[in-house]
């Protein structure tokens, strides 16, 4: 480690020492969702299964609920339910890195944990430089730099060239990652190599004017190539795409496409763009193949440029949180997200049932981390309210979720079309929801901050439903 490395991972220790217990305080601090320990958290990155444990890094900023620094954060699991926090993995302390160890994924190299990331660099005018950097661990916790691998973005890019994705296929070591063309689109890269240290552009892989999309957002953020259950799915995080009735409503966004593709043309055959998330925070999702074949995804439970600042968790000096993980898989080409099995371990004690007729309507009390499972088939709508804070409603084949919003407090909405719905499936936190629809094949994720001390769900509508729900411990 040198010593510019060491400094920085003092002063990141240093401020949690200092600002740890303003944040434990927070009664908005997560129960069983993954946050920083002080500071910003981001993008998920370097998420692997390496020799039978589960690492999920993260993009941090340990001085301050902003994005003014990037550091690696670390997390280890054997269960994907019990952390630990792990020494700092990356610090900006390098010159091809020194405004942001920016993210990047992980995967194993002649029984090494390799990371490769982006290493950002800007200039006294801010002009950007990118470079993609290697670092290898041979015990999954301090972390060695090689330095760049990649030194500059090809020819008719800008250095908005970030968030490699690797793997290994057929005697090759691949990666994609997220471009912008000199004209402002988006677009994914391949490279590839045969010893993981020269590697070649292949080429434009997916994003605007290409595989015959039209223009299609300003940049493609952290992209994610795998093959399941038969199809070839890229999930990509574009902006600047405008709001289309209830598609895009956010800001940014993350979704996927599905086809074949060829990674020697390179070209890939798809269909349309879809949202993983029909909700108010996700962004950045990283997947990972685990020891037992399932394909496992992360998310960030935000989005940049999202009034950010406005979160009341900002006073107590922390922001952010992981979204839980989830199982994915494909049917009739669209990309499913079911909750991880191991979650039920955090169930505590029997649950509660009750079978609900909706014009009379419906209450409990609940824990500010609970898991509520509605069978609502023989509901024809509902609406739910959580905590005061976060209304989830289903009426004429749509299904909504409304909060105050943080800049102002006014009523926001984000909502989808669902023709049905035989299941809804919420998991709880002090300050976040997940609702997971017919076992995920719709989603919808958000931060919201009620009362403390509100702890009521409410339901009404027209039919009736069975609820059960667990709190989670």
């Not at 099995?341 to 419906?362: C, F, I, S, T």
């Not at 009426?395 to 299941?423: C, H, Q, V």
Request: with cysteine; net charge negative; aromatic share 12%.
């Amino acid at each position: 480690m040198t010593e510019n490395e060491k400094q920085l991972h003092d002063a990141a220790y240093q401020a949690v020492v200092k600002e740890g217990a303003r944040a434990e305080a927070d009664p908005y601090r997560q129960v069983y969702h993954r946050m920083p320990p002080v500071g910003l958290l981001n993008d998920p990155n370097g998420w692997i299964q390496w020799k039978g444990t589960y690492h999920l890094f993260f993009q941090w900023n340990p001085f301050a609920p902003d994005h003014t620094h990037k550091f690696w954060g670390h997390w280890t699991s054997e269960d994907l339910v019990n952390w630990n926090e792990e020494p700092i993995a990356l610090a900006p302390s390098e010159w091809f890195e020194k405004n942001g160890c920016y993210s990047g994924s992980a995967m194993e190299l002649d029984g090494k944990l390799a990371l490769l990331y982006t290493g950002n660099v800007k200039d006294e005018a801010g002009n950007r430089e990118a470079y993609q950097c290697l670092a290898l661990s041979e015990d999954g916790k301090t972390f060695e730099k090689k330095g760049p691998l990649v030194d500059s973005q090809p020819q008719g890019y800008t250095a908005h060239f970030r968030d490699p994705k690797v793997w290994e296929e057929n005697g090759f070591y691949y990666f994609v990652i997220g471009a912008q063309t000199e004209a402002e689109e988006g677009q994914v890269l391949l490279y590839r190599s045969a010893d993981f240290q020269k590697w070649d552009y292949v080429g434009p892989f997916a994003g605007s004017r290409l595989n015959g999309l039209d223009a299609f957002g300003y940049m493609w953020e952290c992209p994610d190539l795998f093959r399941l259950d038969g199809e070839d799915v890229l999930i990509v995080s574009p902006q600047g795409l405008e709001q289309q009735g209830n598609r895009f409503e956010n800001v940014y966004q993350a979704g996927y496409f599905t086809g074949k593709a060829n990674l020697e043309t390179p070209t890939f055959a798809h269909g349309d763009f879809h949202e993983l998330d029909e909700g108010f925070e996700f962004y950045a999702p990283q997947t990972t193949l685990d020891e037992k074949g399932r394909r496992l995804l992360f998310g960030w439970m935000g989005v940049p440029d999202s009034d950010e600042e406005h979160q009341p968790t900002t006073e107590a000096g922390w922001i952010h949180c992981m979204t839980v993980p989830r199982v994915l898989r494909v049917e009739n080409g669209a990309v499913v997200q079911e909750p991880a099995e191991e979650l039920e371990a955090l169930r505590a004690g029997d649950p509660l049932e009750m079978k609900v007729r909706l014009d009379q309507g419906a209450e409990a009390a609940v824990t500010p981390a609970s898991e509520i499972v509605l069978e609502t088939n023989e509901a024809s709508s509902f609406s739910i309210t959580i905590r005061e804070g976060l209304t989830v409603t289903y009426e004429n084949g749509t299904l909504s979720m409304s909060r105050p919003r943080f800049k102002d407090g006014k009523t926001e909405t984000r909502s989808t079309d669902i023709a049905s719905i035989d299941e809804l499936r919420l998991f709880l936190d002090s300050s976040s929801a997940e609702v997971f629809v017919d076992g995920g094949r719709t989603v919808m994720t958000a931060r919201f901050f009620p009362e403390p001390e509100a702890n009521i769900v409410r339901i009404s509508g027209e039919g009736s439903l069975i609820w059960r729900s667990w709190e989670l411990a």
